[in-house]
């Protein structure tokens, strides 16, 4: 299974700024998302990054509030923008190697943020 | 809109006894996962489950989906602490695009 790193794994941010998450997978991957947890809930689909072209947004979730790049295969950035104490939650990165049967969706560690 | 709901969301249980999560989803779906997260941890796959009828075991766990009934169950056998942790069932919502849709969780607590 893919290897997934993910940086930073916590802050503490100001509100009002903006942070970049990084996610690197040790091998190319076909499928890359963005999933959220708030405390002590579920995980919600923020995104599926694309490569090369725009993240495929779900609803309640926008663009200029999560950006996200993915600019190859093993690679992709989210950032959180104009952060406020509801944006506090983790942050988990996962990819897929691909579509063949059995094949499921690997996490990285998660970036534990807290807004201020 | 699917719904995913995991029955019960808290289960305190003593070690040695048995025990089963169900997994219910609202849409129709042949692929549902189910995860383990430890506090503090990320996401570990368990099982994958692709068919009807399918059904996985290991160690103390078995996972189980029946399509018809849109139900996925996770049975534990015999606790053990080790296995306090938050499980999660998930559905493909799009027919492998692995798109989930993430379950309510069930946090466990394995009574010493």
């Known amino acids: 299974s893919a290897v997934i790193s993910q940086k930073p794994s916590r802050d503490i941010c100001q509100r009002g700024t903006s942070l970049t998450i990084q996610c690197q997978v040790d091998?190319?991957?076909?499928?890359m998302f963005w999933y959220r947890q708030q405390p002590g809930q579920s995980l919600t689909l923020i995104a599926t990054?694309?490569?090369?072209?725009?993240?495929?947004?779900e609803s309640g979730f926008v663009i200029d509030k999560f950006p996200i790049s993915r600019p190859n295969l093993t690679f992709s950035t989210l950032t959180v923008s104009n952060m406020s104490p509801e944006d506090s939650s983790i942050y988990l990165c996962?990819?897929?190697?691909?579509?063949?049967?059995?094949?499921?969706?690997?996490f990285g560690e998660g970036s534990w943020l807290t807004v201020v | 809109e699917l719904k995913v709901e995991q029955n019960p969301l808290f289960l305190s249980m003593q070690e040695g006894k048995n025990y089963t999560i169900y997994c219910n989803y609202s849409?129709?779906?042949?692929?549902l996962y189910w995860y383990r997260q430890d506090p503090g941890k990320s996401l570990e796959s368990l099982f994958v489950?692709?068919?009807?009828?399918a059904v996985k075991q290991e160690g103390r766990l078995m996972a189980s989906l029946d399509t018809k009934a849109r139900l996925s169950t996770l049975h534990i056998t015999a606790a053990v602490h080790d296995l306090s942790a938050t499980y999660f069932c998930?559905?493909?919502?799009?027919?492998?695009?692995?798109?989930?849709?993430f379950g309510t969780g069930t946090r466990l607590k394995v009574l010493a």
């Open positions: 998930a559905v493909d919502t799009s027919g492998g695009t692995y798109k989930y849709i």
């Open positions: 996962s990819a897929s190697e691909g579509q063949g049967i059995g094949n499921t969706i690997y």
């Open positions: 849409t129709t779906s042949d692929r």
């Open positions: 091998s190319q991957v076909t499928m």
């Open positions: 990054a694309n490569q090369g072209s725009e993240a495929t947004y």
């Open positions: 489950l692709l068919s009807n009828g």
